[in-house]
């Protein structure tokens, strides 16, 4: 058994790792595939600190096979293949109601509690989705940002025949683009990085250089002046704050995906002469999950193309390495067993 | 026949006016009272001498009764009291999916075309609302306010059961927690001025002073921690902004009421983590004047309460220079006949 230690200061250590037998409401997973998550990549570079205990095993983007389950679990049996839906829930509060996603409780399993980049992992079953036929475990490993997309499209209200613009095209911008395209939507992507343009250009998505391009002079022209109804805010940048407010034509919507940890200047005035509306989104729900799974096995997710490269466990500091020379790059997975 | 005209440098002047004669859709009223309102303030003060021409008739809460119809005009007759609705709505554009309130080509009858300020005023006929007996012409003048509460008071989806939380007591402040107080919420309202305190508590709304109590925790304490569904944002001051994240529970909602001309800095990671929402808010719908009306005519909305002074149409200047001199008053009224 082997996990990948996070031990501070850009560092990722694999070690020997014990499985733990599984109690009462809990399943033991042999782990096939673990996504590395931009979130994983600020625990790498030391920005969760305060929030991550050392050693910890990180890891939350989760597929694996069912290998032991603890007493009073129906919703799963051993040998079946299964995504994690990392969530944790605790007491709920008032505060919460009843969103247990947000709660006050929630602790995030990968985070605050260890993750599944070790061959042995052990956790809730009401976390458990299970895996059609039709998708591998590379692919399983993938469900949990796809689930965020169709979080984000959902809360989003995204309906057939708008026109989204998607702002930042990394692994979650580029998923929220296909699932919005997949409900009928025209998405328009916007991205810095031509490699990824490049990538999301011949997946079908409209796609500007906002560094080359105005671009909302450009998506004005794109709609003949109708401009966007859903506006998603992926970049986590002050430019892509400050254009959000410029893309939305009369009640649009934005969706705020990404964190911002420092308050940033908005256009508060443009929200209230046109009614638009800003929507914040974290993580997934249970039907996230199973809207994921669906749109996978049908294939329209296009993940094999999202898939950079696949790394042996043992290789886990190699791969945070080659994320951080890369900006091109998009989903990079570790084989866990 | 007279009229106020906005002359530029804190200066209005009343003169002499011309009756106009309606054309085809075009009603001329007979002005009974006309509200003054914080915008035609920030015209006083010059702050809109871009977009007001000078000299300009402003003034856009008004009652008045029908004295002449045009052609074509069946939705009022001669002698009906009335409401205006002042929005002049002009070709509908692809950016305003069927919300003219806030499309591309609204006029806004005060501001960008004369108001009602004058003895006699024509307007389209499907501006106006017809009054029920139970309401007096001085509370017909208050439908205008009455009716953006009730917008934004819509447009926070505000429940039965649902904690409110509204930021700034003036006039508008005060009929949104009046409205919904009317919806079965829970109303807190936070106001520096001891004066609109003690009026809004006489009211039956609870209030903060947050220059004296700290808003977060007093919120926190009388909710046991539930914290608020809905927030509205009336104060447009930084310290509003400020707070106004601090304030809402999980998906809790932030209505924009105010106008904050200045991008402001928010703090959108609190939208994100919360998955709260920021809903822009501004003018009115028809359904919205509907509802006012018959708010305002079951007495819900204590308007008697919110008059503080009625003041001749000659003594315009003198009520303007009142307003200033006094930041605890609430509505001022122009007789205009």
Not at 75 to 84: E, I, K, L, P
Not at 115 to 139: C, F, I, N, R
Not at 234 to 260: D, F, Y
Not at 261 to 271: A, C, D, M, S
Request: aromatic share 6%; glycine share 10%.
């Amino acid at each position: 058994m082997k996990a990948a230690f996070y031990k501070g200061n850009k560092t990722i250590e694999v070690g020997p790792s014990d499985a733990i037998s599984p109690g009462p409401g809990e399943v033991r997973l042999d782990v096939g595939f673990c996504g590395i998550c931009g979130t994983d990549l600020h625990i790498f570079h030391g920005h969760m600190d305060k929030r991550v205990s050392i050693p910890q095993i990180i890891g939350h983007e989760v597929s694996g096979t069912v290998a032991e389950v603890g007493e009073g679990v129906d919703n799963v049996a051993v040998g079946d293949r299964v995504a994690v839906r990392p969530l944790k829930f605790g007491e709920p509060a008032a505060f919460d109601k009843g969103f247990p996603h947000v709660g006050k409780n929630l602790k995030f399993i990968g985070i605050d509690l260890p993750g599944g980049m070790q061959s042995s992992w052990t956790v809730p079953a009401y976390t458990l989705h299970k895996l059609p036929d039709a998708l591998s475990l590379e692919h399983g490993a993938m469900i949990e940002p796809a689930a965020v997309a169709c979080h984000d499209v959902r809360l989003g209200e995204v309906a057939a025949g708008e026109t989204c613009v998607v702002i930042g095209g990394g692994p979650i911008g580029l998923l929220i683009a296909l699932v919005a395209k997949q409900k009928g939507a025209r998405v328009i992507l916007s991205e810095i990085n031509e490699q990824r343009l490049e990538l999301t250009k011949s997946l079908g998505i409209e796609v500007i250089n906002p560094t080359k391009e105005n671009l909302v002079e450009r998506v004005a022209a794109l709609t003949d002046g109708a401009m966007a109804d859903c506006v998603f805010e992926v970049s986590g940048s002050a430019p892509g704050v400050e254009v959000m407010t410029e893309l939305p034509n009369v009640r649009g919507r934005i969706v705020m995906v990404a964190i911002h940890p420092q308050p940033r200047p908005v256009n508060l005035f443009k929200f209230f002469w046109s009614e638009l509306r800003l929507i914040g989104a974290r993580l997934y729900e249970e039907q996230d999950f199973e809207e994921a799974i669906s749109l996978a096995a049908s294939g329209v997710l296009h993940l094999d193309r999202l898939i950079t490269r696949v790394d042996p466990i043992d290789e886990v500091q190699a791969a945070f390495e080659a994320i951080d020379a890369n900006p091109g790059g998009i989903k990079y997975l570790i084989k866990c067993n």
